[in-house]
């Protein structure tokens, strides 16, 4: 197995000085520069980052699935009395379950591997382009922990569930939390590399969007093509 | 670093409570939590009745829903009509007697039925819904001399009939909708018919198989549209887009012969063909 650390060896911590989860998670958001200089400084395994994504990431995708159940039962339901309404409110039990199950675990898997390419990029830009001294691993572990701030859009999407009403509210806080997580990904990159704000901005941010939009490019100018292979 | 286990933890309580508050939201309004359908069931047998039957005839009408019909080994039992659902009006239902035939009828506005007929007389069904389905099955228990399924405007049939099955004319009609047929080694008596139409939709036949020495064939015609044919062990007669025809081998000098025809307006037929999912 290999440890992934992202910590110092130089500048040990006794373990009562050591954040806990819960100091990191709010750190992160009231005070980040300093949350992820400690967080450097002690070593904080790339674990904690993994359990606030996958905790996150996994209630926001069970939230949706939930949505998407309740419309398919909504969409059953109105053809159910046409079908002989053998398929409503059986199904209705089924979907409850499947959907935010299905979606909570794949939210997470998409998010993990595009938070591991990010990463990746964002790493390399800073290292090989602007000399940075930071690792892979800690680049990884703090930019994990910036993804904190979309806590706001399942607060949005229960205001939703709340009152129809309240929906520019949940995409207020959607954009906010954005907003807060580009910044907190740049103060990451910045803070385990050691170099500038306008240079961790292009890594953490430039980078991995032109990387992003070259390779969807790419598939949109191949995807023709491969199909007419597989079918033509 | 003051407040941070406190913003921490107040973080996974929002993430926590919204998630409750979502599957609160989502489970009342889907109605998963609802109370159990309730049932009401109305049944007749030979017992209640004065004098024998030998055949009835069940006359069925609902306009919005659907109806499943099967057959059980009860030489009793001339009907049971279960009623599923809540706040579903009152079914009418009413019956005469006269020289060994019982002419039932059914009429509801709207439900889902489950009519359960049984194996001791012989039976003229005919069912038609308005926009709904029907799905019936025939199997050793059932003696029917012809059955109607009729869907007025829009909705399926389906109907099966399995091994040993006795039956003389079956008869299915949609306006706009779906056909789904089984025929699977029916107990044919005498030559016997098998008659399917839809307007605007398609038909499907699952299987259609005969114990020998009985005969078939099976015509099919499809005025826009196509047919998919899988011949399985028949002798086709005719192959083309929108005709076809196959035979088992010595049709003309079996002792009983089934006749399978299908129609279809604009749509398609498919013959002893797999699902398609629609991906190429």
């Known amino acids: ?232 | 670093m003051k407040g941070s286990p406190i913003l921490g933890s107040v973080i996974i309580g929002l993430l926590l409570l919204s998630l409750a508050y979502t599957a609160a939201s989502v489970y009342t309004a889907m109605g998963v939590e609802r109370k159990p359908e309730a049932f009401r069931e109305y049944a007749l047998t030979k017992p209640r009745l004065v004098g024998e039957v030998v055949h009835v005839q069940f006359d069925m009408t609902v306009k919005r829903g659907g109806v499943n019909m099967s057959f059980v080994e009860d030489a009793g039992l001339l009907y049971k009509i279960i009623v599923k659902g809540n706040n579903i009006p009152e079914p009418s239902i009413s019956y005469t007697q006269m020289d060994g035939v019982l002419a039932v009828k059914v009429f509801a506005e709207e439900g889902e039925f489950e009519v359960i007929l049984g194996s001791g007389q012989v039976y003229s069904l005919a069912v038609e819904v308005g926009v709904g389905g029907v799905s019936v099955r025939l199997t050793e228990d059932s003696t029917v001399d012809s059955l109607k399924l009729h869907v007025a405007y829009l909705g399926g049939t389906s109907l099966e009939a399995l091994e040993g099955a006795s039956f003389n004319r079956l008869e299915l009609r949609a306006n706009t909708g779906g056909i789904r047929l089984k025929v699977e080694r029916p107990n044919l008596q005498e030559n016997a018919l098998v008659s399917a139409r839809v307007e605007v939709g398609g038909i499907q036949l699952e299987s259609f198989t005969l114990t020998p020495p009985a005969g078939g064939r099976l015509t099919a015609l499809v005025d826009t549209g196509g047919i998919a044919l899988n011949s399985r062990g028949f002798q086709v007669v005719k192959s083309t887009a929108l005709e076809s025809e196959i035979r088992t081998p010595g049709y003309e000098e079996a002792p009983t012969r089934l006749d399978v025809d299908l129609q279809v307006g604009v749509g398609g037929i498919a013959i002893n063909q797999p699902y398609s999912l629609g991906f190429p």
């Not at chain 1, 197995?1 to 006794?14: H, I, T």
């Open chain 1, 1 to 232: 197995m290999v440890e992934m650390s992202s910590g110092n060896p130089q500048q040990p911590l006794s373990a009562d000085l050591r954040m806990g989860f819960l100091s990191k998670l709010g750190g992160t958001l009231i005070e980040p520069i300093h949350t992820f200089d400690r967080m450097l400084d002690e070593g904080a395994s790339f674990l904690g980052a993994l359990a606030a994504v996958a905790l996150i990431f996994g209630i926001l995708g069970g939230m949706a699935g939930m949505g998407i159940a309740k419309l398919a039962a909504a969409f059953f339901a109105s053809t159910g009395p046409w079908l002989g309404g053998a398929v409503f409110p059986q199904a209705a039990v089924q979907l409850f379950f499947i959907f935010p199950i299905a979606l909570g675990v794949l939210s997470f898997v998409c998010v993990l591997l595009f938070w591991l390419i990010s990463s990746a990029i964002s790493h390399f830009c800073a290292r090989v382009v602007f000399g940075g001294e930071g690792s892979f691993a800690q680049v990884f572990t703090l930019q994990g922990y910036a993804a904190t701030p979309f806590f706001l859009v399942a607060v949005g999407l229960a205001l939703g569930w709340l009152n129809l009403f309240l929906l520019p509210y949940a995409a207020f806080l959607g954009l906010t939390a954005v907003f807060w997580t580009v910044l907190l990904l740049v103060i990451a990159v910045e803070r385990s590399h050691r170099i500038s704000f306008g240079r961790a901005f292009v890594s953490a941010f430039v980078a991995p969007l032109l990387v992003y939009l070259v390779l969807f490019t790419g598939l949109t100018w191949a995807a023709p093509l491969m199909w007419g292979g597989f079918w033509g």
